[in-house]
């Protein structure tokens, strides 16, 4: 049954934010499980989420990459280190021939 409510919609949401802690990145595809972290200066980002509105969340997250690391992925875990994986997704490959930075901006969408 589809939900009906922004009311509920905006509780599943929320939820979905309280689990999903810290973001990553991987340099191999997420899916049931997840992708590979980069070593070196990366490390998972805390992430704030937004107010729910209409069962929308956000946040962002600026992880520092190392040189020659490609990141072709992003997800959610529920801590720091080890933790668990929740959710991620495929990204355009971007490669780091030097080290940087790559913002990474999530949304939730509970419909």
């Given at each position: 049954?589809?939900?009906?409510?922004?009311a509920q919609k905006n509780t599943l949401a929320t939820?979905?934010?309280?689990?999903?802690t810290h973001g990553a990145v991987y340099t191999t595809a997420p899916g049931a499980t997840a992708g590979t972290e980069p070593t070196g200066v990366y490390a998972?980002?805390?992430?704030?989420?937004?107010?729910p509105a209409n069962g929308v969340i956000t946040a962002s997250a600026t992880f520092d990459i190392p040189s020659?690391?490609?990141?072709?992925g992003?997800?959610?875990?529920?801590?720091?280190t080890a933790g668990t994986y929740l959710d991620g997704e495929d990204v355009t490959a971007q490669a780091f021939a030097s080290q940087g930075t790559l913002t990474v901006?999530?949304?939730?969408?509970q419909e």
């Amino acid at each position: 049954m589809p939900i009906q409510t922004t009311a509920q919609k905006n509780t599943l949401a929320t939820a979905y934010g309280a689990a999903a802690t810290h973001g990553a990145v991987y340099t191999t595809a997420p899916g049931a499980t997840a992708g590979t972290e980069p070593t070196g200066v990366y490390a998972r980002k805390p992430l704030t989420w937004s107010a729910p509105a209409n069962g929308v969340i956000t946040a962002s997250a600026t992880f520092d990459i190392p040189s020659g690391v490609t990141v072709v992925g992003t997800g959610v875990h529920s801590a720091l280190t080890a933790g668990t994986y929740l959710d991620g997704e495929d990204v355009t490959a971007q490669a780091f021939a030097s080290q940087g930075t790559l913002t990474v901006n999530y949304t939730y969408t509970q419909e």
